[in-house]
């Protein structure tokens, strides 16, 4: 299942991440794409506010994942820096996936063979100065119930529009 959501203001990108934080359950997987600068970030700080995350969320650059507490344990990876795929089992990436953490794996497409079957895979593209586009893929039962809870949640926020229907695959 494919769907688009559209943003029009960082602050709305980080509304639809408190959504997703709010909606998601653990063992979650949430793959996140995008270029530099399209709000992959801004999206997380939003994902950690809606898990209740107290603390500051950065991107996870240098340290590859970083470990948050909140209603559910949150597991931030960014494997931006990692060259091969073998690199994942030193972090103990598909342990991680299994611990019940919900699993946010930006530059997680890097290694498209690494990833559960049943993942959402978000990615945002940037449209012009304050607008983003969010495609929304879910490749199983479980990251499709989430993704139509999500986008539900999503569909009134200010500065949030969804696209109606599904996308062509
Ligand atoms: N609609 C939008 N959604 C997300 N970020 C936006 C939007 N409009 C402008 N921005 C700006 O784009 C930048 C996104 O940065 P960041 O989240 O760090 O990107 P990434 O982590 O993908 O490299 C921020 O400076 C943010 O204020
Ligand atoms: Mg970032």
Known sequence: MRREMTTSSA????????????????????????????????LAKGV??????????TSPTFNILLVHEGRVELAHFDLYRLEREAELEDIDFWGVLESGAACLVEW?????DALPPDALT????????????????????????????????SAGLPGVAVVPGERSP
């Open 108 to 112: 997680g497409d890097r290694f498209p």
């Open 122 to 153: 978000v990615s945002i593209s940037i449209t012009g100065d304050e607008s983003r586009r969010i495609d929304v893929k879910a490749s199983g039962p479980r990251s499709e119930a989430l993704a139509q809870a999500w986008i539900e949640a």
């Open 11 to 42: 602050e709305a990108t980080r509304g639809v991440g408190r959504a997703l934080g709010e909606t998601v359950s653990a063992g979650a997987v949430v793959v996140l794409t995008g270029d530099l600068g399209a709000g992959k970030t801004v």
């Open 48 to 57: 950690a506010e809606g898990l209740g995350v107290a603390e500051e969320v």
